[in-house]
């Protein structure tokens, strides 16, 4: 089984920072990409950064938290952080951790699937 959790939403002034982390632990041969969506009430679910383990480090983000947000990883710890500053009333969602891992089936052979966190909330407000 593998598990994300996620740590570090919470209630901040407009113009503020979080951090937000999610470790990965479990029985898995590795992460191919970690990442972070996240879903406002009333609106879609959407894809805020992600950043690619294997082969190497490349990052992708929203254009609405480009220069904002920063994704980073600790390998060694199977974690991935999301450093938010300035941030704004509508950066209010609740964040969610999603992996993409490689584990090892029954029948002996290896597969990519997604796993999700539970959700941390994140409330820009003053």
């Known amino acids: 089984q593998v598990q994300l959790v996620e740590s570090g939403g919470g209630l901040v002034q407009p113009g503020g920072s979080l951090r937000l982390s999610c470790a990965a632990s479990g029985t898995f041969i590795s992460i191919n990409s970690m990442g972070w969506y996240r879903q406002a009430p009333g609106k879609e679910h959407e894809l805020v950064a992600v950043?690619?383990?294997?082969?190497?480090?490349?990052?992708t983000y929203a254009d609405s938290v480009k220069g904002r947000f920063t994704i980073y990883r600790d390998n060694a710890k199977n974690t991935v952080y999301l450093q938010m500053n300035s941030l704004k009333p509508e950066d209010t969602a609740v964040y969610y951790c999603n992996a993409n891992i490689r584990v090892l089936g029954t029948s002996g052979a290896s597969y990519d699937n997604p796993y999700w966190g539970k959700g941390t909330p994140v409330t820009v407000s003053s």
């Open positions: 950043i690619a383990v294997i082969p190497k480090s490349s990052t």
